[in-house]
């Protein structure tokens, strides 16, 4: 059986605005919703319609991405110290920005979503509450912007994209994660075929897919540089899990390890360019114009 069969002859004419190609193939992927991919970039795309039956993060979910998020945060202060400006876009409420400020950062958020954004209020933490676009932030002021698990669900990326470059200063960094589109698709079949449903469950494409191919020209399109995409580690115990049997969590539990084993061993035969995380970290800068401060 072949999948991407399940909408016969789907060829969708609509401009990428990623690689601006016309042609998209249309198939069933996740959730069995439609999902359409760009012909010559490979960027996933899903319609606006279908994205109304998805919740926004529930807060267990949130709690489960701690130990990933003091990681992530190490990883920042590996390249950049406190005490600095650091914003998180899409920051709910607040765990992330928390943490930050409890070493040293000096921190702010922007949430689209009103209870998130008064239950981060209500931890004395500064947040715009409205979409990045009509975010009234003082440009060229941030250190550091985080994005996590946002990318994907951005209407327009690149100009959101190009929003956080001009709230950066020059040289201010970019971390993000979002999931690996492609893997997520090719985790709903893999389910499909071997009648795992909880192993298809875990499979979720938001409005965007990025591999990391389109995840790093995505980026480098939005006036980035220096962008490093790597594999990242799965956030431990995800809520969602709430939803299967005993049996069908831990099955669920022994493939994502499995997975984990499988994508490390790729990533290294590969030396680097095969990444096939679940998910996917991203690094980059904005280029500084001083004199001497491009080198790497
Ligand atoms: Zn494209």
């Known amino acids: 059986m072949n999948d991407d069969a399940e909408i016969p002859g789907s060829i969708i004419r609509a401009a990428c605005w990623l690689c601006g190609a016309e042609d998209r193939d249309a198939f069933l992927g996740p959730r069995a919703r439609r999902l359409e991919r760009c012909r010559r970039c490979g960027l996933l795309f899903r319609s606006v319609g279908d994205l109304c039956g998805d919740s926004s993060i529930e807060p267990d979910v949130v709690s489960a991405r701690l130990p990933l998020h003091r990681a992530l945060l190490r990883e920042i202060e590996a390249q950049s110290r406190p005490p600095g400006r650091l914003l998180d876009v899409g920051c709910g409420a607040g765990d992330f920005l928390v943490l930050a400020r409890d070493r040293g950062w000096e921190v702010e958020g922007v949430e689209s979503g009103g209870r998130a954004a008064d239950r981060a209020r209500a931890r004395g933490l500064k947040i715009v509450h409205g979409a990045l676009g009509e975010a009234r932030l003082p440009e060229r002021s941030f250190d550091v912007v985080t994005l996590w698990e946002v990318l994907d669900w951005m209407e327009t990326p690149l100009s959101d994209l190009g929003k956080i470059a001009r709230l950066l200063k020059g040289g201010g960094a970019l971390f993000l994660r979002v999931r690996n589109g492609p893997v997520h698709v090719a985790l709903w079949k893999l389910g499909r075929r071997l009648s795992l449903k909880a192993l298809g469950d875990l499979a979720v494409v938001h409005r965007h897919g990025f591999s990391a191919r389109t995840l790093r020209r995505t980026l480098e399109r939005a006036g980035f540089e220096r962008v490093r995409v790597s594999n990242s580690r799965l956030a431990p115990g ?48 904005k280029p500084d114009p001083r004199p001497g401060r491009d080198a790497p």
Not at 267 to 282: N, T
């Open 238 to 285: 995800a809520a969602y899990y709430r939803r299967l049997s005993r049996a069908s969590r831990t099955a669920a539990e022994l493939a994502r390890l499995g997975w984990t084993v499988l994508t490390g061993a790729l990533r290294v035969l590969s030396a680097g360019r095969i990444l096939a995380g679940a998910s996917l970290v991203a690094r980059c800068r």
